[in-house]
């Protein structure tokens, strides 16, 4: 398939090119960068921007229009086929823009064209991914902290917790290895990357400290939006027809607005932002109908079965894109999608089967604080300390 022009021989970037270094498991260089490419990239990425050791996995170079295809093909609204070339014909917040994504080329060298005005690069996150799948690092959906000398690896189903329990122990000397995503290595090691982490007022409301640091206008819309969302809910219950049905339409979007982005720095401190760790202990985190804090010891097993579901779920908006790949290119396949599953099941058994391991439900929203005293409990019973 078509795509962008090659980086030298050699693996040193083009002249013009920015490179992302993903802790060495994953390479990304932008081709002709532009700031506005390199701080895209940024946005989706952080601040990963690091000379390679040689050549990308991915690279990626945006252009303001790419060639109008002779002849689309679509599946669905959002993808096409023309020749060799698959597009995927929506960017960010769904604004009309194209994409050439080689999906037969994803774990190996996977060249991407990118219009600049579908805002970001779709699907990079997933690319990324799977291409650190084949060189036998799992990616999973976790955040991580290092804790008196202790790597704590907190998992879980999205909205279970994970953040929280990150939140929780930013003021009391943890040292900050990741949020969202994290890396595991075959050695143990736990690797993060310094994006934004996404606080919602209800996070804000508990870090006083914090809220004394953010603006004045944030501060406001942190506290009038959710008041203004179930107002809207209310008045939308309570009028009948299409006024009603707009409000209460409006209410989740209204919700959706109440958080803010706050770099890892500004909630650990600029010298505990570590990135690296080493798992020693995994907290399996899900919330529970109780207002009460609990936590039991589980098997690591347990929990590597419960997060390949998860995982799964996470790629899902992928493998709906791959489906209209194949829908399209019939006789082509990606083997790391279609082997993702067993690569998984393999990776996190092999990972966490023999880690300490708890599991933790809470209700929600909780209170941060409350999550503290019994993951303490865990790292200062015997055998608790790093290893």
Known sequence: MSAALPADASGTAPAGSVDFDLH???????????????????????????????????????????????????????AAAAGDDFYVLSGKDGRAARTLLPVADVGGRCDVVCERRAGHVPHLLALINLTALTKGVLPLHASAFTYRGAG??????????????????AARGAHYVGDE??????DGGMHGVPEPIRLW???????????????????????????AASSATALG?????????VLRRAAPVLRRQAHV?????????????????????????????RDDVTIEPVTG????????????DERAPFLQLYRQFRFLFPGSRAAVVTDAVATERRLLHRLLDDRPAHLLRHPYPVLLDSLVPPIEGLLSAPGG???
Do not use: C
């Open 24 to 78: 060495g498991i994953v390479g990304i260089r932008v081709l002709d960068a532009r700031p506005a490419d390199v701080a895209t990239l940024t946005r989706q990425l952080g601040p990963l921007a690091a000379p390679l050791a040689g050549e990308p996995d991915i690279t990626v170079r945006f252009v303001d229009e790419l060639p109008e295809p002779r002849r689309l093909t679509y599946a669905g609204l959002d």
């Open 181 to 186: 995503w994290v890396y595991l290595t075959p």
């Open 261 to 289: 982005q706050v770099p890892p720095a500004q909630l650990f401190g600029a010298d505990a932002v570590a990135l690296h760790g080493h798992v020693d202990h995994v907290v399996l985190v899900a919330s529970h109908d």
């Open 152 to 169: 704590v690896l907190v998992t879980g189903w999205a909205k279970g917790g994970k953040t929280e329990t990150l939140l929780a122990f």
């Open 385 to 387: 300390s790093a290893s």
């Open 201 to 227: 007022h209800w996070h804000v409301d508990q870090l006083p400290e914090l809220r004394t640091t953010l603006p004045a206008a944030t501060r406001a819309r942190l506290g009038l939006l959710p008041s």
């Open 301 to 312: 097993a347990s929990v590597a079965d419960r997060m390949l579901a998860s995982l799964e």
């Open 237 to 245: 219950n309570r009028l009948p027809g299409t006024a009603g049905s």
